[in-house]
């Protein structure tokens, strides 16, 4: 099975612009979730997805938003950002119904200027 | 409310020898619990898993954990450190919450191996 795919690896965005990351799962995973990894402040929830609603959400305003599609393909979005939102985002998936393991994709660098 | 402590953000050992990494956590239920690796500029790669089964736990690349339940405890070791161990490892702690799994990270250990 392939693994959890991120588009794009990279990124490079300006102060108030905004910007979509996407997140492929492993084939029959249902549940998606969204981590925000800075230096400071190490791996934050942000969200989690599972069949095309939003099940779980970490403290984060409201500017970060996902949706989930009907082939658990899941976005994330984030608008106006801020120099403060340069972090690795990395997505995890899993088959999201009773106990099983997370399964990390490579993470998408932004670095806000 | 489940929480994840590793104690140590950096540790250092000479290629060779022991590596231990400490985990403890608190969880309101028997949890399950993981140790995941992350390589610079990389996702986070499951090292093995603790899901109540056995209490000492084998995975990848030597790597082993030892869940003691009275010590709330899941520390990773492995017995000779190699120069490709160097990266950052993280515990994870999962409980069911509301019908559905909750997982915690802890704050993650960067390991160094001195040749």
């Known amino acids: 099975k392939a693994g959890v795919t991120q588009t794009p690896r990279y990124l490079i965005k300006t102060r108030g612009q905004q910007v979509t990351l996407s997140c492929s799962p492993i084939?029959?995973?249902?549940?998606v979730s969204w981590y925000q990894q800075t230096p400071g402040q190490g791996l934050q929830f942000l969200f989690e997805y599972f069949s095309e609603t939003q099940r779980n959400k970490g403290n984060f305003p409201g500017r970060f938003s996902g949706r989930q599609f009907s082939n658990s393909r899941s976005e994330m979005n984030v608008s106006t950002l801020e120099l403060g939102d340069s972090a690795l985002y990395l997505c995890a998936s899993s088959q999201g119904e009773g106990w099983n393991t997370q399964y990390f994709g490579p993470g998408t660098r932004l670095t806000v200027l | 409310a489940q929480s994840v402590t590793q104690l140590g953000s950096h540790v250092s050992v000479s290629e060779g020898a022991l590596v231990l990494l400490r985990c403890n956590y608190s969880s309101s239920v028997p949890p399950y619990l993981f140790w995941y690796v992350q390589y610079p500029n990389q996702g986070l790669q499951l090292l093995l898993k603790?899901?109540?089964?056995?209490?000492l736990v084998k995975g990848i690349n030597g790597f082993e954990a030892e869940f003691k339940k009275s010590e709330t405890s899941f520390h990773l070791t492995k017995p000779s450190a190699h120069m490709s161990d160097a990266a950052e490892y993280f515990c994870?702690?999962?409980?069911?919450?509301?019908?559905?799994?909750?997982?915690?990270f802890g704050t993650g250990t960067k390991l160094q191996v001195i040749p």
């Open positions: 603790y899901t109540s089964a056995a209490t």
């Open positions: 994870a702690v999962s409980e069911n919450s509301g019908g559905y799994q909750k997982v915690t």
């Open positions: 084939s029959g995973h249902r549940s």
